[in-house]
């Protein structure tokens, strides 16, 4: 098992940047795909990004394409998502998830992390 806990969301203007981080226990973190997840207020979840296990394969939500880096360091056990050009629809609660071998939008994950709040101002 792999036990994931997020940090880095806070509050931003529009416009600018936040950079959250995934952090896992353990040192099989490579053996996990790992992807970024967000619910805002009355709304269902979503994927927003995920990563391969050595992060040669990415892939976006359409609403983030652009604007968002999905990227990890196996050596440190992090996933990070680089936020830039936030918009005030970004806001929500952000969430990192594991899956032992594969990556992707539509998967089921087997492993959450707690989640941060991302909060965009205008």
């Known amino acids: 098992q792999v036990q994931l806990v997020e940090s880095g969301g806070g509050l931003v203007q529009a416009g600018g940047s936040l950079r959250l981080s995934c952090a896992a226990s353990?040192?099989?973190?490579?053996?996990?795909?790992v992807g970024w997840f967000r619910q805002a207020p009355g709304k269902e979840r979503e994927s927003v990004a995920a990563?391969?296990?050595?992060?040669?394969?990415?892939v976006y939500a359409d609403s983030v394409k652009g604007r968002f880096t999905i990227s990890r360091d196996n050596a440190k056990n992090t996933v990070y998502l680089q936020m830039s050009s936030l918009k005030r629809e970004d806001t929500a609660v952000y969430y990192c998830?594991?899956?032992?071998?594969?990556?992707?939008?539509?998967?089921?994950?087997?492993?959450w992390g707690q989640g941060t709040q991302v909060t965009v101002s205008s």
């Open positions: 998830a594991a899956k032992l071998s594969v990556y992707g939008l539509d998967y089921a994950y087997d492993y």
């Open positions: 353990g040192r099989t973190f490579s053996s996990y795909g």
């Open positions: 990563i391969s296990r050595f992060g040669s394969g990415t």
